[in-house]
C-alpha cells in the first residue's frame, strides 16, 4: 500500500555489478586473462559489494537483504538460485548438442525437450501433497538431488546416444524441479511476515533471472573454454578455422565452403570438443546441484508449509 521510493543508485550499482562480474567471466574463456579482465572482474564484485551494504541501510531498500536473516528463506532462495544456474546452461547447450551434434532439426530438438517441463508440471501440481506427507526438506532435498544425478549422468552421453536415455534424463531432471521449485516457492513466502511477502516474492524472483544469467555465463564460458581448444585438421583455411574455433554453429556453417573430407574433419573435431565441453559443465553442475541438496536439508529443517503454519 505504501511502496518505497525507486533509488536510482542502488539500480545502478546493480547493473555495473553484474554486467562487470559476468564479462569478466566470459571473456576470462573466449581472451584468456587481462588487466580488462582483472579491472572488470574487480569492478563488479566491489559495485555489488556495495549494492549489498546499500540495502542493508536503507530505509526501503531496492532489494531486501534482510530477509536473509530467516533461515528457510535464505535455503530455499539459495536452492532456486543454484538449481537455475545448473539447469540454465545444461538446457542452453542441450539444445545444440540435439541440433548441430546429431542433427535434428529445430522443432524436433524441441519437441524432444518436452519430458522435462512434463514432468515438472505433473510434480508441481503433486509436490504440495508430497510435502505435507513427508517433509518440506525431504521433497526440496530429493529433488535436487535428482536433478544432480541427471546432470552426472549426461556426462555419459555422447554423439550416438539415443533418445530414449536422453528423454528419461530430462523426464528426472523436470520432475525433480517440479518438486523443488513448487515448494521452495511456497517456503519463501511463508518463512517471512505477510507484511514482507512483496519483497520476498521479488527477491524470489530475482533469484530466478540471478541464477540463469549466472548458470548460462559460467557453464557457457566452461563449454566455451574447453571447446576452443580442438585441433583443427590439416588445410582447412585460416578463415574457416577461425570460423569454427567461436561456435560449434561457426563450424558447422565454414564446413559447408569446404570439401567433403575436410568438411568431414572440421566439424568432427568440432562436434567431439564440444560434447567433452558440455561433459564437464553437467559434471560441474552435478556437484553444485548435489551439494544444494545438501545445503537444503539442513537449511530447511524444521520448515513447514504455509497452509500448516496457519492452519496446524
Known amino acids: 500500500p505504501a511502496p518505497g521510493p525507486w533509488d536510482l543508485m542502488s539500480v545502478a550499482l546493480s547493473l555495473v555489478g553484474m554486467i562487470g562480474v559476468v564479462y569478466a567471466i566470459k571473456d576470462l574463456a573466449a581472451h584468456g586473462a587481462s588487466w580488462e579482465v582483472a579491472v572488470a572482474g574487480i569492478g563488479g564484485a566491489v559495485a555489488l559489494r556495495w549494492f549489498v551494504r546499500r540495502q542493508l541501510k536503507l530505509p526501503d531498500p531496492l532489494l531486501d537483504m534482510r530477509l536473509f536473516h530467516h533461515r528457510g528463506f535464505s535455503g530455499a532462495v539459495l536452492a532456486d538460485l543454484l538449481t537455475i544456474l545448473g539447469l540454465s546452461g545444461l538446457v ?125 555465463a559460467l557453464l557457457g564460458s566452461i563449454v566455451t573454454g574447453v571447446y576452443q581448444d580442438f585441433v583443427t585438421p590439416h588445410g582447412v583455411p585460416a578463415g574457416a578455422a577461425a570460423a569454427a574455433h567461436e561456435s560449434l554453429g561457426g563450424a558447422v556453417e565454414a564446413a559447408h565452403g569446404l570439401p567433403a573430407e575436410q568438411a568431414h574433419a572440421l566439424v568432427s573435431a568440432a562436434q567431439d570438443s564440444f560434447v567433452d565441453g558440455l561433459h564437464i559443465a553437467a559434471g560441474i553442475g552435478a556437484v553444485v546441484l548435489i551439494a544444494t541438496a545438501a545445503a537444503a536439508w539442513f537449511l530447511l529443517r524444521g520448515q513447514a508449509l504455509e497452509e500448516e503454519i496457519e492452519h496446524p
Open 92 to 216: 542452453f547447450f542441450l539444445s545444440q548438442f540435439l541440433q548441430l551434434v546429431q542433427g535434428r532439426g529445430p522443432l524436433e530438438a524441441g519437441l524432444a525437450e518436452l519430458p522435462a517441463a512434463v514432468g515438472a508440471v505433473t510434480c508441481g501440481l503433486i509436490a504440495g501433497q508430497a510435502a505435507r506427507r513427508f517433509t518440506v526438506r525431504f521433497v526440496v532435498s530429493a529433488g535436487l538431488a535428482a536433478v544432480g544425478v541427471a546432470l552426472a549422468a549426461v556426462t555419459f552421453v555422447h554423439q550416438e546416444t539415443g533418445y530414449p536415455l536422453i528423454g528419461l534424463l530430462l523426464l528426472v531432471v523436470g520432475i525433480g524441479a517440479g518438486f523443488a521449485f513448487t515448494v521452495t516457492s511456497d517456503v519463501i513466502l511463508s518463512s517471512v511476515p505477510k507484511e514482507h511477502a512483496g519483497s520476498a516474492s521479488a527477491v524470489s524472483e530475482t533469484a530466478y533471472e540471478l541464477g540463469a544469467a549466472l548458470g548460462i
